[in-house]
């Protein structure tokens, strides 16, 4: 079976999603911290048991792209930003809080990252 390579309109709906997904996660984040949790240690259980999703792989609709791909072709995040999967990376630095403060701090950069790949690819 021929591997099917992502036209720029796809990525350019995925990362809508992929934002979309981080945007929700943050209001349940928000909402962890509104609570008085912001202290607690964030865990992927936690959020899926509110919201049915979490930081993983699992649920972003870039990865769910990419890996469909065969990982033959690059996703955006790594073609443009350092990637998630290394050291001091967005996702690596979310992963690694220690708080739900943290959390929702460091996934500014994640949305910034995936603001800036929304422009790249809006007009293509």
Request: net charge positive.
């Amino acid at each position: 079976m021929p591997v099917r390579i992502p036209s720029k309109q796809s990525i350019y709906k995925v990362v809508i999603g992929s934002l979309e997904h981080w945007k929700k996660m943050r209001k349940c984040v928000r909402k962890i911290i509104k609570s008085g949790n912001g202290m607690d240690r964030p865990t992927r259980q936690v959020m899926l048991e509110m919201i049915q999703t979490d930081w993983s792989g699992e649920y972003c609709p870039l990865c769910a792209l990419f890996s469909g791909c065969g990982s033959q072709f690059m996703c955006p995040i790594e073609q443009y930003a350092i990637g998630c999967n290394y050291s001091g990376s967005a996702w690596r630095e979310v992963s690694a809080r220690s708080t739900w403060d943290g959390w929702l701090f460091a996934s500014n950069d994640i949305m910034r990252i995936l603001t800036n790949l929304k422009r790249r690819f809006k007009d293509v």
